[in-house]
């Protein structure tokens, strides 16, 4: 038997390697049983007569991951960012949070959310919600119903944080594993819960035990926030005594790679002793250069991570980025490596176009699996792109194409997506 | 006699200071004779019977300024920055400025350029051109056309530069002589010439002397480039060993404020010599954080700019910059101070909205005279800003709004542009 097929021609990019573009100019990109099948210049014989849905000079990429945004911020997005990390917590995110108690505002703002990452140029997401069982549920089933691929966590948080955000420790455990099971019962076909500790100041010893407990019964990949801001890094030290950085406090509770697949958002001031425990747990990297800069926390060491070999993708963290555009986010990293190569450190070479857009796509599509790639056998998640928006005096080629798609573009060129060969409702 | 006299509706926003807004619910702009008379939350009885246009909840801004363009490299907007300011010149906007000798190119260059600067969000702006004396008067006259408010320069340069490109000394300074007469007998309303000397490194110290000439004979305004580069700094340091700093090179050739009225771009890297000399003599800075950042040219001082108190506006510098989008520029001008103060300098405070927006409305229009303000007797220079695109579980406050298109907005909110009193037609 053949499988459901169907074909898609336009001219299509994807990397070849983290350095390297494929270019197929004009070509032939075939989707079966929701996985690609390959990519032809010329359509083989064998293939004839399946449906053809042909592009013109559009760009049809793989599909872009957001490997760290949070869903319940986004109401926040462009305000309030004139303070650092700890006290924009405290000003902003954390009264917003609080809002997700209530049934009817959820609905709204994670309505508003999920229409503008489904309009997006992604087609999967890690994404943060708050500690509110029941509204995680709402966020769920809007993501499922988008047909995004996606990570969501309800987030546990046990001390260190407003009163009506803080969980009983035991609560947050058992709260979770309501939720886990809630989850495993809806039986979506795109949506999948992720364990979520805000980060070390908000969760205790014990609260990370019960998690690893957790981790460990339902085999749950983690996401959580690493080494973002000095006085957060201090107040770690603090807190965790007993750990010599602070990713191994996450080790220390089992929640930081190796059986348990783990992305950490930001990394800005990690050490060479962090990235080399992450790369030995195969921790994933979120960039988010954006986010990054807006709260004064730093640029991280992006080319150290590529060159100590580490998985890293690139993350919108809305509401301390601005927005769920994630070609903005390759601008900002490029920029950022730009301004870390002049100031910081002229070693660290600054990202090329190549690299920005395998974090994107491959990079961070590996959190998922096989994704984020044409090569044969990955899932079928493929962008559609039209560039017509930007005029100019001569047709650029396909790389200045994309190149200029990756400094300027957003959610007006992308025409279609795709989600494991399924076409999204845009 | 009363004058022509109409009226704007909505929620207006300008800078009552470097450090603070002027918020205005719902109130009453009145342009009387191209010129603002004044904002009223109650319509006064006198003006009773003018027509009035009411926008609702949109937000209405003074007109702002792009205070650095180059018109003639918008066609690479998004490519080729993978290099640092002198290899980047060789290999992109030289080789595309050259193709400005050919009328029909230019044409269709300029035309893209002019339609996209009248959609964005300025309504002001001084442009580079290119040496070619013919096609920058179809820049112009298409800057006229469109209805916004302009200086633009034609280039020149006689040495350290393509054959293409370069001129003989005399023929550069005649040249500019027959283009400044040539403006003249346009006697258009809102495009004005300026002398563009493109750098120190191309540009003979006889060239200046000719140039400061015809700047004394027709008292134009002046604009070029500032301290952009490491590299650039020491070659210009060579070239010109007589003086000091770079900036002293434009000061002994008499380009460099005073009665001369002068625009500077970039000024990363100014020293507080040269700093201290801008403020004596008057010299404007046109701050360019994200073209400082593509070219990995730096982060420009621009809290020590404002403390010393130089007049500063913001430039796009397409395309070293890759929008013409000035929210984009504020954006960038906030992360980038934001970077500066945690890496560089924990005594530079990061900028504000408010300051960024001051730069972007009042501090780049006193570059044009009184512009960029609703205070009584500006020139009434207005955009008007929808930013329903902008979802929001609950309606923010007016500041919020303004906030929020500062770090998200771009040409879609622009709804309707007044540059003296006349509406564009977008």
Redesign the interface.
Known sequence: MNGSIFILKGNIVYSKSQTEFAICEHSYLVCRDGKVDGIYRTLPFRLGGNPIRDFGDCLIIPGMTDLHTHGSQY?L??????RELLEWLETAPFPEEAKFSDVE?AK??YG?FV??LKKSPVTRACVFATVHRETVMILMDLLEKSGLETYVGKVNMDRNCPESLREKTALSASETKTWIRQVQERRYRNTHPILTPRFIPACSDELMDCLSRLQKEYRLPVQSHLSENPEEIRWVKELRPDAEFYGEAYDKSGLFGGECKTVMAHCVHSSEEEIQLMKEKGVFVAHCP?SN???????APARRFLDRGLSVGLGSDAAAG??LNIFAVM?QA???S??R????DKNEK?L??EEVFYMATKGGGEFFGKAGSFEPGYEFDAVVLDDSR?????Q?DIR?CL??????GDEREVREKYVKGVRLEL
Chains 1, 2 share one sequence.
């Open positions: 109401a997005r462009g305000t309030g960012m004139d505002y709204k703002a508003i229409e503008d954006e800069a807006n709260l004064a926390s730093g640029i601005t927005s601008r490029l920029q950022a730009k301004l190569w002049r100031i910081l600054p090329t176009v930007m005029k100019s005096p001569e650029p200045s190149e200029r798609l990756i400094w300027l």
